[in-house]
T-cell receptor, first 113, second 112 residues
Framework: GENVEQHPSTLSVQEGDSAVIKCTYS??????FPWYKQELGKGPQLIID?????GEKKDQRIAVTLNKTAKHFSLHITETQPEDSAVYFC????????????FGTGTQLKVEL | DAGITQSPRHKVTETGTPVTLRCHQT?????MYWYRQDPGHGLRLIHY???????DKGEVSDGYSVSRSKTEDFLLTLESATSSQTSVYFC???????????FGPGTRLTVL
């Protein structure tokens, strides 16, 4: 089955700096890659996703890049703000067959003032 | 939380007792999922449903069963709870196999 590895497990940045979280996956058939943000005591919230037919997607301060050859994808957050502090999860799936997501183990992002 | 509620939100039970968690959605989405979240493991899929009475196993299905008799409700049952099933359980929904998944607020289950 699919295996998703996520790094780093913790990340501390200064407000205004950029943050990058990286994930690798094992199944070359995976073609859907969402990113979730989870605040303490809440459910994961979808913040951005990318499908295998594109290499990059942006939404305001958030961007995701995908390298299918190397089987890795990354989340980029620019101009970080204190409210970006949370746990971020990457995931991968093959669409169809129920779109079963395999998650990374999460990155605790702390944005310091 | 995209029209998803989970009940109960917190539960403490004893080893060997049966437990049922409920996920209710108001979005009329076809797909529903149960995940568990544990430190160091991220979220792992337990079971999912692709329609009324249509369910399938996920990565960590042993010790769990599910039922879906109505589009809006997906039940997760632990027939005989064990301490290893202490976890936070999340329900998710999706309108299609190619579409985004949205998560509920979670249920924290403690098995003593």
């Amino acid at each position: 089955g699919e295996n998703v590895e996520q790094h780093p497990s913790t990340l501390s940045v200064q407000e205004g700096d950029s943050a990058v979280i990286k994930c690798t996956y094992s199944d070359s058939a995976s073609n859907y890659f969402p990113w979730y943000k989870q605040e303490l005591g809440k459910g994961p919230q979808l913040i951005i996703d990318i499908r295998s037919n594109v290499g990059e997607k942006k939404d305001q301060r958030i961007a995701v890049t995908l390298n299918k050859t190397a089987k890795h994808f990354s989340l980029h957050i620019t101009e970080t703000q204190p409210e970006d502090s949370a746990v971020y999860f990457c995931a991968a799936s093959t669409t169809g067959g129920g779109n079963k997501l395999t998650f990374g183990t999460g990155t605790q992002l702390k944005v310091e003032l | 939380d995209a029209g998803i509620t989970q009940s109960p939100r917190h539960k403490v039970t004893e080893t060997g007792t049966p437990v049922t968690l409920r996920c209710h959605q108001t979005e009329n989405h076809r797909y529903m999922y149960w995940y568990r979240q544990d430190p160091g493991h991220g979220l792992r899929l337990i079971h999912y449903s692709y329609g009324v009475k249509d369910t399938d196993k996920g990565e960590v299905s042993d010790g769990y069963s599910v039922s879906r008799s109505k589009t809006e409700d997906f039940l997760l049952t632990l027939e005989s709870a064990t301490s290893s099933q202490t976890s936070v359980y999340f329900c998710a929904i999706s309108s299609g196999a190619y579409n985004e998944q949205f998560f509920g607020p979670g249920t924290r289950l403690t098995v003593l």
